[in-house]
């Protein structure tokens, strides 16, 4: 009898042993995690063996109180023939997915999935399967399924950003260039190195007394030449005035002493005497008033 149970053992060690080292797993990575509401996760369903496999399906329950399903991508997948293409439920909570690698996959991790999920409410919850099965490329399809993996996550409130008053921030913050005041002889410079947070003084920097007097003798000068200029102008206006006066004076002197000479030529003695002593009254009169 004991005999016969040491060869039961045998049997059964040698029998099991293929199909453990054998075994594959199917995993949802990343393991756990915790988002905020709203955040993206994106999920990949992956296949480990240590031996070559060439069929892999399964079923994967997702937690719809707190994550719903975007998008299922096979791009990057280790599998090119699908038997049914990945798909999810919505409302059912699932994605399914079943297909092959024509060629084999030698062995090692790879993505057969790609999945992206949102963080809709606060909670937390397991991404699981329901069913799962990896298939050897061994010719006969024989099953090397082991372990099925899936994941937690945690979704929390989206937290509240506060940003800083303008009171809060530093004075050079508050002042993106130095302010420049300018007066008519005066110059005002405001720097933001003027401002501190502790004090909030401001340092106002005035232009020297040398500059204040130098404006003052440019503005002077200016009305002095202003003043010549108008006497030069009123001087030659005057004289061109004076000029034409005097012309006016001399032909009117004569027309005078030409009206006295034919007076002269048509009279008797007397009014001739009367006509010269007329004629030099006048003549001194237009002197006088060329003089003046």
Same mark, same amino acid.
């Given at each position: ?21 054998? /075994?594959? %797993? ?8 915790? +988002?905020?509401?709203?955040? !993206? ?13 060439? /069929? ?40 399914? +997915? ?12 790879? %993505?057969?999935?790609? %999945?992206? =999920?949102? /963080? ?13 099965? &990896? =298939? ?33 921030? /530093?004075?050079?913050?508050? &002042?993106?260039? @130095? ?16 401002? %501190? ?36 102008? =009123? ?5 061109? !005035? ?19 000479? =034919? ?14 002593? @007329?004629?030099?009254? &006048?003549?001194?009169? &237009? ?6």
């Amino acid at each position: 009898m004991f005999k016969t149970y040491k060869i039961s053992t045998f049997f059964l060690f040698f029998t099991f042993l293929p199909l453990y080292v054998s /075994a594959a %797993t199917l995993s949802v990575s990343p393991q756990s995690g915790t +988002f905020e509401v709203g955040d !993206k996760v994106t999920v990949r369903i992956n296949v480990s063996s240590s031996e070559p496999v060439n /069929a892999i399906s399964g079923e994967i329950a997702f937690p719809t109180s707190i994550l719903n399903v975007e998008s299922v991508s096979k791009s990057g997948s280790i599998l090119n023939f699908w038997v049914s293409e990945p798909n999810f439920s919505q409302g059912a909570g699932t994605l399914r +997915f079943e297909g092959v690698t024509l060629s084999g996959f030698p062995g090692g991790t790879g %993505t057969v999935v790609t %999945t992206v =999920l949102r /963080a809709v409410k606060p909670g937390s919850g397991t991404v699981s399967f329901k069913s799962g099965q &990896i =298939l050897a490329n061994d010719g006969q399809g024989t099953d090397v399924t082991g372990n099925l993996s899936g994941a937690t996550y945690s979704v929390e409130a989206k937290k509240e950003t506060v940003k800083a008053s303008p009171e809060q921030k /530093a004075p050079s913050q508050q &002042i993106e260039q @130095a302010a420049e005041v300018k007066a008519p002889e005066t110059t005002v410079s405001i720097s933001p190195e003027n401002i %501190t947070q502790a004090s909030k003084e401001i340092t106002i920097s005035v232009g020297n007394k040398f500059s204040d007097i130098y404006s003052g003798i440019k503005l002077v000068i200016g009305i002095l030449l202003f003043v010549i200029v108008c006497l030069i102008v =009123l001087v030659i206006f005057y004289v061109k !005035k004076n000029r034409k006066l005097k012309r006016e004076i001399r032909k009117a002197e004569n027309t005078i002493r030409k009206s006295f000479r =034919l007076l002269r030529n048509e009279t008797d003695k007397e009014i001739k005497s009367d006509l010269n002593e @007329a004629e030099d009254v &006048i003549s001194k009169e &237009i002197e006088d008033i060329e003089k003046t």
